[in-house]
């Protein structure tokens, strides 16, 4: 017998929508399932479980780029993360240059490893990514290891490893 007490319930539907209701959480709860359900049509996020996606989502800000918009410029130090949703995005550095499509992951994977690398990225399209913030991105890579190990797998291509 357990010596901490376990309380199991349910909650009623009605009962939960009046409490998103009340504290006006819905359109939160509507905009966070939308952006769960783009990223969970590309590969690794498929495959993880809600609540990995969730901290994902919840971790990150859902932002819209038209076509030229520059989302990092070469001298910019951001060592934010990337997700993209819809369109297709340019990444630029040192004579390489490569189009990443919707499921694409970019930033500078470089931070991860304590090496900064410097990167000119923009919209070759209007294009949605996802972006988690640089002071998110470590706490949620490091805390879902099937993320952590895909984002190592990419650091380990020799293209990527330029950017």
Do not use: H
């Not at 539907?13 to 359109?27: A, H, M, P, Q, V």
């Amino acid at each position: 017998m357990a010596k901490t007490p376990i309380t199991l319930c349910s909650i009623d539907e009605s009962l939960f929508y009046s409490f998103l209701t009340g504290e006006k959480r819905i359109d939160n709860l509507k905009a966070m399932l939308v952006i769960r359900k783009e990223l969970e049509q590309f590969e690794p996020f498929y495959s993880f479980c809600d609540s990995v996606n969730e901290t994902i989502v919840r971790s990150s800000q859902r932002e819209i780029f038209s076509a030229g918009q520059f989302l990092k410029k070469a001298d910019n130090d951001s060592n934010d993360f990337f997700i993209v949703l819809t369109g297709m995005i340019l990444l630029k550095n040192e004579g390489f240059t490569e189009n990443l499509l919707p499921g694409g992951m970019f930033g500078d994977f470089g931070v991860l490893s304590g090496k900064f690398k410097k990167a000119e990225i923009s919209a070759s399209e209007e294009s949605a990514v996802l972006r988690i913030p640089g002071e998110n991105k470590n706490r949620i890579i490091k805390s879902i290891p099937p993320l952590q190990f895909y984002i190592n797998q990419l650091e380990n291509k020799p293209e990527i490893s330029r950017v």
